[in-house]
């Protein structure tokens, strides 16, 4: 699969401190390094909204955080850095082999639906990006070109995206590059893409389809033609 599609599940850290932080959100933090630090993963499992539960499942979850503690280590101190309007929370988290940033998004009901772990870079500034991408209608508008510079200003230089655009079944595919903090047009819709275990979701998504339209059956040998 060649194409990065961006999650509504990935929260990106915005880099500026001072804020305001709901006490409902830290509680949630709170009980997340307790149960992280006791090796208490299907706790924080239970933490998760239903679709998040979907999206990334007990074994997935599992797996990458004992990688992170093997990694990291134990957490030993947690700052807020970045409050959005009480929607999600960014935290930067001093483990006790490096610091990262553990990213929440948490619902009305205190559960955690949507969450993002990434390396905390010293000073960055998101506000500093700058947006030089092109536009031309019938291919990509304006609107479009800001929607995906304001959710990928957050990413590091030489961050690259690749985004296939499907309107009346015709396909225009529009990629961006990052350097030195600003975003351009690239063509790298031939690159290959390294996208971790996001496939499976999709596939989980269109083997659920094509089981509900009778085309496949859940035990079908996968060689079937």
């Given amino acids: ?22 006490s409902e959100n830290r509680i949630v933090a709170d009980k997340f390094i307790e149960k992280y630090n ?18 990334l499942p007990l074994d997935k979850m599992t797996d990458l955080l004992i990688e992170t503690k093997v990694q990291s280590g134990r957490v030993t101190n947690q700052d807020l850095i970045e409050n959005e309007m009480g929607v999600f929370v960014s935290y930067k988290t001093v483990f006790e082999n490096n610091t990262l940033v553990l990213n929440f998004s948490i619902d009305d009901n205190s559960k955690i639906n949507g969450f993002y772990i990434e390396p905390f870079i010293e000073g960055f500034s998101f506000k500093e990006a700058i947006n030089n991408l092109a536009y031309k209608e019938g291919k ?40 030195n903090n600003t975003i ?9 893409f390294e996208i971790g275990s996001i496939s499976k979701v999709f596939t989980a998504t269109l083997l659920s389809d094509l089981v509900l339209k009778g085309k496949v059956e859940l035990n079908d040998n996968t060689n079937k033609k």
């Fill in 184 to 192: 351009y047009q690239t063509h790298n819709q031939e690159r290959i």
């Fill in 38 to 55: 006791n090796d208490d993963f299907n706790g924080i499992f239970s933490m998760f909204s239903d679709v998040l539960q979907h999206t």
């Fill in 1 to 22: 699969m060649k194409y990065v599609l961006l999650s509504i599940f990935t929260l990106m850290a915005h880099f500026s401190f001072g804020q305001v932080e709901k």
């Fill in 140 to 179: 990509i508008t304006k609107a479009q070109t800001e929607i995906i510079f304001d959710n990928a200003k957050v990413f590091p230089d030489q961050t690259q995206m690749a985004f296939a655009i499907i309107k009346n079944g015709k396909v225009n595919y529009y990629g961006i590059i990052k350097e």
